[in-house]
């Protein structure tokens, strides 16, 4: 059984940093591509960002290149997301997950929520 936990989610100031963290178990991590989705009160679920097995390749979605940042420790089996500058339309639920495309994944965390105030 495939079990992703996100932490690191809370309330910060526009301009702000956050870190989140997914520890992952239940897969071979080390061959898994992971990645973040978020999903805002109101909208659709969109992808934030992606990372390959070995972290020579990653995405990012246009609204978030440049401030956010996603990276992997696969001696922890855990995914990063590294946000800063943060803006009050970065408020959503972010879903960690694994073997994503650029809609989907296959597996999901339980999403942390991630609030911030203008």
């Known amino acids: 059984q495939v079990l992703l936990v996100e932490s690191g989610g809370g309330l910060v100031q526009a301009g702000g940093s956050l870190r989140l963290s997914c520890a992952a178990s239940?897969?071979?991590?080390?061959?898994?591509?992971m990645g973040w989705f978020r999903q805002a009160p109101g909208k659709e679920r969109e992808f934030v960002a992606d990372?390959?097995?070995?972290?020579?390749?990653?995405h990012y979605a246009h609204s978030v290149k440049g401030r956010f940042s996603i990276s992997r420790d696969n001696a922890k089996s855990t995914v990063y997301l590294q946000m800063n500058s943060l803006k009050p339309e970065d408020t959503a639920v972010y879903y960690c997950?694994?073997?994503?495309?650029?809609?989907?994944?296959?597996?999901w965390g339980q999403g942390t929520q991630v609030t911030v105030s203008s």
């Open positions: 997950a694994a073997e994503p495309t650029l809609q989907t994944a296959n597996y």
């Open positions: 990372i390959n097995w070995n972290s020579r390749m990653t």
């Open positions: 239940g897969l071979i991590f080390n061959n898994a591509g």
